[in-house]
């Protein structure tokens, strides 16, 4: 069964500063997507970023990029420029291809920015 | 921005109670999800639904478990007699295509949060 991990329960980062938060999976699958997604205190769950696995260039969305290692089955997010209102729980998923939206999500980072 | 939304924000029941929790997804999707996350834990996957009836469904979703589109707009999860368990958070989703095929996002509501007592 495919599992995700984060290893980071919380992380904290300095307004304006880089912060990098970690996920890793494991699959035996190759057709497979995976995503970051934001819950800030509203609870809503906010797509931030997604990553096919077949395409090799690292996603880009603004100030939120990705790592993509898919031979170390690694997806850490790197968020620039930290603002105030990225402190946000963070959640790592993987979605196996031909998969209907069954998103495997990991336990979740607790993001706090600090001005 | 159209948006996912969920009634009620919090729903208190008793045990062995039948709830009916409430998601109207965005207009033009045609595919629906319900997930859980219990108070401290991952976001789980319940089912997805798809032309009036389930394409997927996870362990969790047993029997005590159902889901109807009765109208054109609303989407509802119902669980027929309520466990102490049941007690999470609730998120209805919807997106506009297979998110694998088309890459499709998931639009999540803002949550149920289900108290059992």
């Known amino acids: 069964a495919q599992t995700v991990t984060q290893s980071q329960p919380e992380m904290s980062v300095q307004e304006a500063e880089t912060v990098t938060l970690s996920c890793t999976y494991d699959t035996s699958e190759s057709d497979y997507y995976l995503f970051w997604y934001k819950q800030p205190p509203s609870r809503q769950m906010i797509l931030v970023i997604r990553q096919e696995a077949y395409k090799q260039q690292n996603a880009t969305e603004n100030r939120f990029s990705v790592n993509f290692q898919k031979a170390a089955k690694s997806f850490s997010l790197k968020i620039s420029d930290s603002q105030l209102g990225d402190a946000a729980m963070y959640f790592c998923?993987?979605?196996?291809?031909?998969?209907?939206?069954?998103?495997?999500f990991g336990k979740g980072t607790k993001l706090s920015v600090k001005p | 921005e159209p948006e996912v939304t969920q009634t009620p924000s919090h729903q208190v029941t008793q045990m062995g109670q039948e709830v009916i929790l409430r998601c109207v997804p965005i207009s033009n999707h045609l595919y629906f999800y319900w997930y859980r996350q219990i108070l401290g834990q991952k976001v789980e996957f319940l089912v997805s639904?798809?032309?009036?009836?389930?394409?997927?469904k996870s362990e969790i979703f047993d029997d005590q478990f159902s889901v109807e589109r009765p109208d054109g707009s609303n989407f509802t999860l119902k669980i027929r007699s309520t466990k102490l368990e049941d007690s999470a958070m609730y998120f209805c989703?919807?997106?506009?295509?297979?998110?694998?095929?088309?890459?499709?996002?998931?639009?999540f509501g803002n949550g149920t949060r289900l108290t059992v007592t």
């Open positions: 639904f798809y032309n009036n009836e389930i394409s997927e």
């Open positions: 989703a919807s997106s506009e295509a297979v998110v694998s095929l088309y890459n499709s996002p998931l639009h």
């Open positions: 998923a993987y979605k196996q291809g031909g998969s209907q939206g069954n998103l495997i």
